[in-house]
């Protein structure tokens, strides 16, 4: 492995770290950054769209295209026999039909390809194909998976310790369980790509993927070429948060289709119901814990169920709920534990990735057990949580990796202080006890999130840097940009390699015949992959320039520095322009490719133990709400956030993807309701029926502050990856709810809350509370 | 032909087929693909653009959803979208627009999908308040525009910073004033294969082009009907728009009480309702958002039915009276008597909603207007409850209240109503009410809402209203809806 020198010099002008603008930011206020359905198409392009299965579980009995074939403007119809190659697409584990041939699985399930000369004429002629089905019985409750153990993929269970013995030993027991909800991706830009073949024989492909090496192996797959006949590019999403990883593919690989069959251009842009309807989410989740702990709230055994609901066909759910089992301990130390990870079937679209990855649906039964304890036992859950962070001897994770870097604690300690969390609990209990209607809530809780994927193979990146005459230089890597600043991030890397000024990197689209065989960008490992593979390639430059430099003028390395866009040989100062036209005409190549791969990192799945993880990143947030106990409205009123990200890259973008992410939190937890019916058919469809977050949503008061630290692993100039981590500090919304809700017992009692707490399950949540309320005093009228 | 100016171009156009929305034409047949679709159906703002409209006396600037806007209601409009804000020379920050300015120095974007309609948006605000005009009116006027990516919080810090550059100049307004001055197609229509698009000036004409063609759709805002031209993919042979007849803007305050034309939008009508009757402030402003309101229409809302419409409920609690008119006369019917069924009205195939009356408010009135919905702003109601009485000799009369989504459609509680009536006002009283309520609906449980929860929330805000008027408890969260 190579190491690189990453430590900032303090003396010079230093681009890493500092807080530059998007570099489309211009470009996107201007309405002038393209994006896929931007781009100018050929006069002959045709457009395809898929015909939806109108049964939910079932087989195909007939088929009638005559309708949709006079439609004027209809080219062809294409099914799966048309198909020259692999028929399907499942991107790890097969599953995943492209067109359905005779099963169906899921509500909207794509059976035909309809091909015309308009957007408009292919969504229309799409409705008028008549498909005869045979109705089988969908599969929908996940109870039902879980009794007749119906997974798409193994369980795996990771132990440490003797939970009998330590269930034995602890003087309180308590169960609880969870339902939690999935989650919308809702990228503003939905599913999209344009395919155009080449002279070649060959296909090229603009998809709006976090993917392109896999769309660009699908696409050939499925064609039956080999992978140098498929091009991919990819210059910028609107959006992913996941939803791109593996679900952008089916699009780009139809259109794709469409054009082998035509030999024309064609794209495929799915409507924003149709996206929903045919796209994966976050996986909801039904879990289960049972605990024992000791008097002070410390646990002792724990027990976990997590049942990730993962629909149809594996798609990514192994590591999915894989990630919420190593989620499941989030900052604290369970004794003796058990955590088991199920990967339930559902006649549903295959949930997918989503911010965190599992993450989150593990997580949050930690917070949902503190907080019991701690209303069990009549303590501040706060003091429970402090009680129980892992601390030096204390320190072993469920799945053995030692966590060896202890800064929680300290955050914790340092918010409570800033944003007076003992004053603010004071001050809102007496507000609660002469309130009856509103009720306010708080709490405070941590992340500590795992950085890497955890399929080992994945943790590696390509990146290409090309120096030229006038001193520009040009950057592509194999990341994808979406949004999160990948791109600034490694520009602001190569920049500070060069010394040079940032507006002097030229970044160019993702493209796969640039940087081969790329990782999706995902499990936020954008910028500490690429931005290393970036720093190799800047390194490699700059060190034939210097090996020249030296030859040239007659100077040690050590006198040569790249500084504010001068280049300091010795006594003598050039420009870097001089400096690259010099090596040039000296015949110095001045372009590299970079590589890296994440070191130290293992994992044994059979045993359940290794070091999945590179580090930790670590959040903390305190958030304050209202709660309306008439109607179950509510309102995040103060949120105080303090965020580790090891030394920033970019201090502006990742405040930007700290904010973000707690509030696509929040939605997640709140206002973010998805809807099945009993059918099986997705009810909320749309933004109408499906809320994120509104600007008014906003915390009045939302603090967010970078905690000081740099990450003791080698990274990229010590930073840390930002991307998934703060999603969970939204975690807090959920437990200042039932703050809020526990108040109406006087803190005795939380009630159950599934997730989202919409309005609607608040308001049961109060009856639940004013319930156990009139039970208990009864007891204690009747004990009198 | 209609005829309308783009950014600073006029255009003129004859041909093309009548549900053609402004961002489709904008994006796939003038070149100009700034604006996003996000979700063709209103709800997320990406497309956001601003039309400006001759007010006689100037132009006004609005904000509006251009998936929403069908081409032909520009006619006679100044449609100004992202791509011309600034010069297509300008690349450096200092050379954008404030608005644009404000939003790169406070890193509001990041994926940059939805970023052009908040630009609109923006710019709306910086035309209509030349001051900052405060986080509550920013949020008022930015809550259609739906944002994944940053959480808003820089984008709430940009709409205050675009004010701290020196102010400049509508880089619009000599096209402008040279295409509002100059005399428009007075006939404006469009035609595409049989399909036609009407777009009459005068009350008359309206009511003679209804009565050639009786099954032709009514067009005012859109917001609405367009969703059956995004989302189901319907073609209407002909459509026929409201927006430009006269006698449909008129909003009167006198003593006969408040008059609003069935072609004036929200954001023309608010202030003239809301001075007579505040209550109904929060409720308008959740009502949808500024580029909804900008567009939607009283007469759009009543004529379309829909069981979860919100101003129908308060209209009934206000005994509100509709005016329907065709091309041989005029009648009036209560707005309790309007609806027949799901999405079904008294309204004839030749008819047309002309206005709606509202009696003076008598000095006694209470009132109430309260909407529930899952998120607070820009969504579409779970309950809404209008309720409202006079007080005489200690006791309420003249009950009369109206409900959305609890039935089929917009409903009155006659039960509550003759139950309450006589009675006097107290917390007992008002709690039998919620026994009575109860009763009085049987609700559907959809996507939005369970019935248990529509029934108990409609009692609980029965409660709420007696905490309001009788006792200094706090019955609201913090929240800029609010």
Redesign the interface.
């Known amino acids: 492995m190579r190491h690189f020198e990453t430590k900032l010099n303090p003396n010079q002008h230093n681009v890493v770290g500092t ?1 530059i ?2 570099d ?12 896929v ?2 781009t ?1 198409v050929p006069a002959d392009c045709l457009y395809a769209y898929p015909v939806m299965s109108t049964i939910t579980c079932g087989r195909i009995q007939k088929i009638d295209t005559r309708v949709a074939l006079n439609c004027p403007g209809v080219v062809k119809i294409l099914s799966a026999d048309d198909i020259p190659g692999k028929k399907d697409i499942g991107p790890i584990f097969p599953g995943d039909v492209l067109l359905a041939e005779q099963d169906i699985s899921y509500h909207g399930q794509p059976i035909l390809l309809m091909v015309a000369t308009s957007y ?1 004429v292919a ?2 002629a799409a ?1 008028l194909v008549q498909v005869e089905y045979l109705k089988a019985d969908p599969l929908l409750d996940i109870q039902q998976a879980i009794a007749s153990k119906d997974w798409v993929r193994p369980p795996q269970t990771f132990v440490r310790g003797d939970i009998d013995q330590g269930f034995a030993s602890a003087p309180h027991r308590l169960q609880g369980e969870l339902s939690i909800g999935g989650q919308e ?6 599913q999209v790509a344009l395919t155009a073949p080449t002279d070649d024989g060959g296909i090229f492909v603009k998809s709006s993927t976090q993917h392109p090496t896999e769309v660009q192996h699908l696409v050939a797959e499925v064609l039956g070429k080999p992978f140098n006949a498929v091009t991919v590019e990819m210059r ?6 996941g939803g791109k990883e593996t679900q952008a593919a089916p699009w780009a690989v139809l259109a794709a289709l469409a054009t082998y069959h035509t030999g024309k251009a064609c794209k495929v842009r799915l ?3 149709d996206d929903f309807r045919l796209t994966g989410k976050r996986h909801p989740f039904f879990n289960t814990y049972d605990v024992a702990f000791d008097d002070n709230g410390i646990v002792k055994a724990v027990d976990m169920v997590l049942n990730g609901y993962c629909g149809y066909s594996p798609d990514l759910s192994d590591s999915i709920v894989d990630r919420a089992m190593f989620h499941a301990d989030n900052s604290y130390f369970y004794e003796n534990v058990r955590i088991t990870g199920n990967r339930c079937r559902a006649n549903t679209v295959s949930h997918t990735a989503y911010r965190g990855f599992g993450g989150p649906q593990g997580m949050i039964m930690a917070e949902a057990m503190m907080d019991d304890i701690a209303r069990y036992l009549g303590k501040d859950p706060l003091d429970v949580r402090m009680a129980n962070l892992y601390q030096p001897g204390r320190d072993v994770t469920p799945y053995h990796q030692p966590v060896e870097q202890f800064i929680v604690d300290d955050m914790m300690h340092r918010l409570m202080d800033q944003a007076h969390y003992h004053q603010r609990r004071k001050a809102l209990r007496a507000f609660n006890t002469k ?4 009720k306010r809530g708080i709490a405070l809780t941590p992340v500590k999130f795992g950085i890497s994927f955890t399929a080992q193979h994945l943790n590696q990146a390509g990146a290409l840097v090309h120096v030229y005459t006038d001193g520009s230089i040009h950057l592509n890597h194999g990341g994808t940009e ?4 990948l791109n600034i991030k490694v520009a602001q890397v190569v920049a500070q390699v060069f010394g040079v000024d940032v507006s002097q990197i030229g970044i160019s689209a993702t493209r796969t015949d640039k940087v081969p065989n790329t990782s999706p960008t995902a499990a936020s490992s954008g910028s500490d992959l690429n931005g290393m593979a970036a720093l190799d390639a800047a390194t490699k430059i700059k060190q034939r320039l210097i090996d020249f430099l030296v030859t040239q003028h007659s100077v040690d390395a050590g006198d040569i520095h790249f500084i504010n866009g001068k280049v300091t040989v010795g006594k003598q100062h050039f420009s870097f322009k001089e400096v690259a036209n010099a090596a040039y005409m000296n015949r110095i190549s001045l372009s590299a490719n970079g590589y890296y791969s994440t070191p130290k990192i293992h994992f044994d799945a059979e045993k359940g133990a290794g070091r999945p993880f590179f580090y930790f990143s670590h959040g903390v947030a305190l958030t304050e709400v ?3 106990t ?6 995040i ?1 103060r949120v105080d956030i303090l965020h580790d990200v090891g030394h920033s890259l970019n201090p ?2 990742d ?2 993807q700290i ?6 939190g929040m939605g997640w937890l709140t ?1 973010e ?1 998805l ?1 099945w019916n009993a059918a099986g058919e997705l ?2 469809f ?4 499906y ?8 915390p ?1 008061e ?1 603090n ?1 502050q970078l905690f000081d630290s740099e990450n003791p692993e080698f990274t990229v100039f010590r930073s840390k990856a930002v991307g998934e981590p703060p999603f969970m500090l939204a975690n807090s919304v959920w437990c200042a709810l039932r703050d809020a809700l526990a108040s109406v017992t006087d803190y005795r009692f939380a009630p159950q809350l599934n997730t989202p707490a ?3 399950r608040l ?2 949540a109060v ?1 639940q509370a004013q319930q156990w309320l009139r039970q208990h005093h009864e007891e204690v009228n009747h004990a009198e | 032909m209609i005829e309308f100016l783009v950014n600073h171009t006029p255009v003129e156009i004859d041909d093309v087929a009548p549900n053609t929305s402004a961002l489709d034409w904008l ?1 796939t047949k003038s ?11 209103g ?2 703002g ?1 497309c956001t653009v601003i039309v400006g409209a001759s007010t006689g006396d100037g132009v006004r600037y609005q904000s509006m959803n251009a998936c929403l806007l069908m081409l032909g209601n520009l006619h006679g409009k100044h449609l100004i ?3 011309a ?2 010069d297509m020379s ?4 200092e050379q ?1 627009h404030p608005v ?1 300015r404000a ?3 406070c ?1 509001g ?8 309609g908040f ?1 609109m948006s923006m710019f709306g605000l910086y035309l209509n308040y030349r001051e900052y005009p405060g986080r509550a009116t ?2 008022e006027q ?2 259609g ?12 810090e940009a709409c205050q910073h675009m004010y701290e550059f020196p102010r400049v100049a509508d880089p619009f307004t000599e096209a402008a004033d040279q295409f509002f001055q100059r005399p428009l197609n007075p006939e404006p229509c469009l035609t595409h294969n049989g399909q036609q698009f009407f777009l009459p000036q005068s009350l008359p004409d309206l009511l003679a082009l209804k009565d050639q063609y009786p099954q032709a759709k009514l067009l005012a805002g859109g917001t609405d009907l367009a969703l059956e031209f ?2 189901q ?1 319907r073609d209407y042979d002909t459509l026929i728009s409201v927006i430009e007849v006269a006698e449909l803007q008129h909003i009167r305050d006198d003593e006969t009480g408040l008059t609003l034309g069935a072609a004036a939008t929200y954001a023309d009508l608010v202030p003239t309702l809301c001075a007579r009757y505040p209550e109904a402030k929060e409720m308008f402003h959740r009502l949808g958002s500024a580029q909804i309101r900008n567009a939607g229409t009283l007469g759009g809302s009543l004529g379309n039915a829909s069981p979860i419409g919100d101003p129908a409920p308060l209209l009934m609690a206000l005994d509100a009276q509709l005016i329907l008119a065709n091309a041989h006369g005029e009648r009036s019917v209560p707005v309790g008597e309007f609806f027949l069924a799901y999405r079904k009205t008294v309204l004839a195939d030749n008819e047309v909603i002309v206005a709606v009356r509202i009696p003076p408010r008598p000095p006694s009135l209470t009132l109430a207007c309260y909407k ?9 109601s ?1 309950v809404l409850l209008a309720i409202a009485f006079e007080q005489v000799d200690g006791v309420m009369r003249n009950v009369k209240t109206g409900f959305g989504g609890m039935a089929a459609t917009p409903a009155a509680a006659q039960d509550l109503e003759t139950f309450l009536d006589g009675k006097p006002f107290t917390e007992a009283v008002m709690e039998q009410a919620g026994d009575v309520l109860v009763h009085a609906f049987n609700p559907m449980t ?5 019935r248990d ?1 529509r029934l ?2 409609c009692r ?2 029965l ?2 209203f007696w ?1 309001e008027q009788s006792e200094q ?9 609010l």
Request: aromatic share 4%; with cysteine.
């Open positions: 807080s603008k998007h489309s930011a211009v470009a996107q206020v201007t309405g002038r950054a393209h994006y359905d931007d100018p408009e969504r229309k409705r991706h809702f990228y503003l830009e939905g910028r999403m609107g959006g992913g948060f409507a924003r119901a309130s009856p209607v509103v979406m949004g999160q600043g209202e709660l309306d008439l109607t179950g409205e509510n309102s009123t502006a973008i405040i930007g904010e973000g992410g707690f509030i696509q206002t309701d809807q009810t909320s749309g933004p109408a029926t809320k994120i977050p509104a600007i008014g949503d906003t009045a939302f967010v919409t309005p609607e308001l049961n009856t | 994006r070149g100009l693909t700034g604006s996003k679709e996000g979700c063709a159906s709800d997320c990406a979208t992202v791509d804000l600034s300008a690349t450096t920050v954008l644009q939003m790169v120095e890193h974007s990041q994926c940059g999908f939805c970023t052009p630009i920013v949020i930015l809550g525009n739906l944002c994944r990516c940053t959480g808003y919080r820089p984008i709430l995004t989302q993919l529930i919905s899952k998120r607070m702003e820009d969504d579409i779970a959809d996507v939005r809402a369970s929860y108990t929330t609980n805000l409660q709420r905490l408890t706090i019955t609201r969260v913090s929240h800029a809806a």
